[in-house]
C-alpha cells in the first residue's frame, strides 16, 4: 500500500510539474507577443523588443555578441511555443499564429528585418506550423499574403519580398523543402 501511495505521489507530481511548464509556457508567449506590440510604437523598435525579451529572460549581456547568441537561442529553443493568440483588433491574425508570422499580420516587419540583416544572429526561420494539412513556415505564410489579391493590398508588397529575400539569404525555406 505504501508503494501505491509513492508512486501515485510521484506520478502527481510530475503531472504538476507538466502542468505548471505549461502554464509558464504560455504565460512567456503571451508576454512576448505582448512586447512585439508595444515595441511597434518605439523609436527604434527591434531593440525595445529585444531589450523587452532580455528583461523577461531576466539576463543582461556584457557584449552585443553575446546578446545576439541569447536572443537567437531563444528564439530556436522556443519556436514551438511562440504562438501568440487571438486579436480581436486586427484583422490580418489568425485565431493563434506563430510570433514571426504575427509580426508580419499586424505590419511590424521591423524585428524580421533586424534579425536577418544584422550579422551574428543564429536564428533558424525553418519552424512550421500545419496549416490545412501542410507544413507552413514564414515564406509560406507571406506567399500565401502574397497570393491573395484582396489581402496582399493591405500589405506593403516591396517588404514582403525584401523579407522573403533576408530569410532566403539566411536559410529558410519553404514546408515542402523541409524533411
Same mark, same amino acid.
Given at each position: 500500500m505504501?508503494?501505491?501511495?509513492?508512486?501515485? !505521489?510521484i506520478?502527481?507530481?510530475?503531472?504538476?510539474?507538466y502542468?505548471? %511548464?505549461k502554464?509558464?509556457?504560455a504565460? +512567456?508567449a503571451r508576454d512576448i507577443c505582448f512586447d +512585439?506590440?508595444a515595441?511597434?510604437?518605439?523609436e527604434? %523598435?527591434?531593440?525595445? *523588443?529585444e531589450?523587452?525579451i532580455?528583461k523577461r529572460l531576466?539576463?543582461?549581456?556584457?557584449?552585443?555578441?553575446?546578446?545576439?547568441?541569447? =536572443? %537567437?537561442? *531563444? *528564439?530556436?529553443?522556443?519556436?514551438? =511555443?511562440? =504562438?501568440?493568440?487571438e486579436?480581436?483588433?486586427q484583422?490580418? !491574425?489568425?485565431?493563434?499564429?506563430?510570433?514571426?508570422?504575427?509580426?508580419?499580420a499586424?505590419?511590424?516587419?521591423?524585428?524580421?528585418y533586424?534579425l536577418?540583416?544584422?550579422?551574428?544572429?543564429?536564428i533558424?526561420f525553418?519552424?512550421?506550423?500545419i496549416?490545412?494539412?501542410e507544413?507552413?513556415?514564414?515564406?509560406d505564410y507571406i506567399?500565401?499574403?502574397?497570393a491573395n489579391?484582396?489581402?496582399?493590398?493591405?500589405?506593403? +508588397?516591396?517588404?514582403?519580398?525584401?523579407? =522573403?529575400?533576408?530569410?532566403?539569404?539566411?536559410?529558410g525555406?519553404?514546408?515542402?523543402?523541409?524533411?
Amino acid at each position: 500500500m505504501k508503494r501505491i501511495i509513492i508512486i501515485f !505521489t510521484i506520478i502527481l507530481n510530475q503531472q504538476l510539474s507538466y502542468s505548471q %511548464s505549461k502554464i509558464e509556457e504560455a504565460e +512567456l508567449a503571451r508576454d512576448i507577443c505582448f512586447d +512585439l506590440y508595444a515595441s511597434r510604437i518605439q523609436e527604434n %523598435s527591434a531593440l525595445s *523588443f529585444e531589450n523587452a525579451i532580455l528583461k523577461r529572460l531576466k539576463v543582461k549581456p556584457t557584449s552585443d555578441n553575446e546578446r545576439k547568441q541569447i =536572443i %537567437s537561442d *531563444f *528564439f530556436n529553443k522556443n519556436a514551438d =511555443i511562440l =504562438i501568440c493568440g487571438e486579436d480581436d483588433n486586427q484583422s490580418n !491574425t489568425r485565431k493563434s499564429q506563430h510570433l514571426f508570422k504575427r509580426s508580419i499580420a499586424i505590419k511590424a516587419y521591423h524585428f524580421l528585418y533586424y534579425l536577418t540583416e544584422t550579422d551574428g544572429y543564429t536564428i533558424d526561420f525553418n519552424f512550421f506550423e500545419i496549416v490545412d494539412g501542410e507544413k507552413e513556415t514564414l515564406l509560406d505564410y507571406i506567399d500565401k499574403i502574397i497570393a491573395n489579391e484582396s489581402r496582399v493590398k493591405t500589405y506593403n +508588397l516591396e517588404h514582403l519580398e525584401d523579407i =522573403i529575400d533576408y530569410v532566403e539569404e539566411v536559410g529558410g525555406k519553404r514546408g515542402k523543402e523541409l524533411k
